[in-house]
């Protein structure tokens, strides 16, 4: 059986993708001026409702032409440029949109050991 939004919920949805604020989505879809906060916590938290804001926003990204490879141009573009005022800026109003398409995570990565098997594979080569 397909699990469904409620009425509330799919307004704050909407709400939530206008706005980025929760407890503003919650008081827009009807829920209680008192419990909006705690609300918008548990609804951001739900699964169902997490699917529905990104399915969402991928849509609005599409229709922007908003894809992996613009923000990857733009970026080398402006690392390029010499105008670092411009670029410093450009350059994070491209990374907001990566980490919206998830091509960036905060997570660490340990690059040393992935460069060293690169040389040693290259070391193989030669």
């Known amino acids: 059986m397909e699990e469904r939004l409620t009425i509330k919920q799919d307004r704050f949805v909407r709400e939530y993708i206008k706005t980025g604020n929760g407890a503003h989505a919650a008081r827009a879809a009807g829920y209680s001026e008192k ?3 705690e609300i918008a916590v548990e609804n951001l938290s739900k ?3 997490k699917r529905k804001i990104e399915l969402e926003m991928s849509k609005e990204a599409e229709k922007l032409g908003i894809t992996v490879e ?3 141009s733009n970026i080398k573009r402006f690392a390029e440029s010499e105008n670092e005022k411009i670029a410093g800026t450009s350059l994070k109003a491209n990374e907001l949109l990566g980490k919206h398409l998830k091509i960036f995570h905060d997570t660490e990565v ?3 050991v992935q ?3 690169v040389i040693r594979q290259l070391e193989e080569l030669e």
């Open 35 to 37: 419990c909006a906060r």
């Open 115 to 117: 460069h060293r098997e």
């Open 47 to 49: 699964p169902i409702i």
């Open 110 to 112: 340990d690059v040393t």
């Open 70 to 72: 613009y923000v990857l």
